[in-house]
């Protein structure tokens, strides 16, 4: 069949709610830009651990490799925590499933969103970055691990293969942008941050026109605060990605508008909101759309080549946040369905 191929999986809490925002968005748009495509949902995260007894079971993972795409909500949540495998396990165990070693998290500040940062508007103003965040590696599944009665271990193991992989992603974004790249890293302590810088040094020999900064992630996340307009690609390892990208998100005054890419050598990518899955606000219909439906902007432009739907959905959502239309986390006092569409009526 023609239709592209979308896998959907709604997840835990506000999950289903934004979800629903990000399908109405894509039906409407789809129609207006006669884009053909079909979604499959599967269960996933706590809702699988209730359906099936596991937060990522094969029928999940072999739906999702069968996609072209697949659009991710949030998932887990305290009534899982007990649970003796957590929904965030489904998490990890589909990004290795499917091999997606390379997370792609922007944060721009439109004009519109300026006056919404805890940053002074000077500082702040021009703000356009991405972080490219190992994601299959490092602290979250280096072996061994093991949590003890008297101890416990984690492991950050990078191999060569997995450093360099995710630098030419960077180093590769950078060339479609503004040819900057910023290391983060703690060689100043850590072998694999030493390893890390090596494997620039090298790569960088083959991009002569990007220029390489080298920075500790300690004063990092200081950079990000007072002058976030420094950096353009910022490539950076698991845990420490984790972090910046929270962090980095804080600058559009919500973590609720930041969408992301999941990418691998071969198979789909996977589009999710860094944000989770917020069982504080779940079931009263004000979660914040726009990153779900920003990560759908993301897939129209990485996985389908479809840059003018993508632009039409980004530009759409700085609109509305220009006009007041936004969710409580944003100070607005709008529904889930009524910025979605406000949303919609602007594409
Ligand atoms: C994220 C999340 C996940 C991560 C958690 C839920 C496992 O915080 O996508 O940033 O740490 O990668
Ligand atoms: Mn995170």
Redesign the pocket.
């Known amino acids: 069949t023609l239709a592209h191929q979308i896998a959907i999986l709604a997840g835990d809490y506000i999950g289903p709610e934004i979800m629903a925002s990000a399908e109405k968005v894509l039906a409407h748009t789809a129609k207006k830009f006669d884009f053909a495509y079909e979604t499959t949902a599967y269960p996933f995260g706590g809702e699988a651990i209730d359906k099936c007894g596991d937060p990522l079971p094969q029928s999940t993972i072999d739906g999702a490799k069968q996609a072209d795409a697949i659009l991710l909500s949030?998932?887990?949540g305290p009534k899982w925590d007990a649970a003796p495998k957590r929904?965030?396990a489904g998490?990890?165990a589909i990004?290795q499933a499917l091999g997606l070693y390379a997370?792609i998290r922007p944060t721009k500040i439109s004009e519109s969103q300026v006056d919404d940062s805890p940053i002074k508007p000077e500082i702040v103003r021009g703000t356009d970055f991405v972080i490219a965040?190992e994601?299959t590696s490092g602290a979250?599944f280096g072996k061994p691990r093991e949590l003890a009665e008297d101890h416990a271990i984690d492991t950050m193991y990078y191999s060569k293969d997995e450093v360099e992989r995710i630098m030419v992603t960077g180093f590769d974004m950078a060339m479609q942008r503004k040819q900057h790249v910023t290391i983060v890293d703690k060689s100043n302590v850590l072998a694999t941050s030493k390893f890390w810088r090596k494997t620039a040094e090298r790569v960088s020999k083959r991009y002569p026109k990007v220029t390489v900064d080298y920075r500790y992630i300690d004063a990092t996340t200081m950079a990000i605060m007072t002058q976030p307009t420094a950096f353009d690609v910022i490539i950076t390892a698991?845990?420490f990605?984790?972090i910046l990208?929270?962090e980095a998100a804080q600058i559009t005054g919500s973590i609720g508008t930041i969408p992301?890419m999941s990418a691998g050598a071969a198979g789909p990518n996977l589009y999710?909101p860094?944000?989770?899955s917020a069982p504080d606000i779940a079931g009263k219909g004000i979660a914040d759309p726009i990153a779900m439906v920003k990560s759908v902007a993301m897939m129209m432009q990485y996985s389908f080549n479809q840059p003018d739907i993508a632009e039409a959905i980004e530009q759409a959502c700085d609109q509305v946040i220009a006009a007041g239309i936004t969710t409580p986390d944003l100070g607005g006092s709008a529904t889930t369905d009524e910025v979605t569409d406000a949303i919609i009526a602007r594409i």
């Open positions: 949030a998932i887990g929904p965030e998490l990890l990004r997370n965040r994601l979250y698991n845990l990605g984790d990208s929270d992301s999710e860094i944000h989770g």
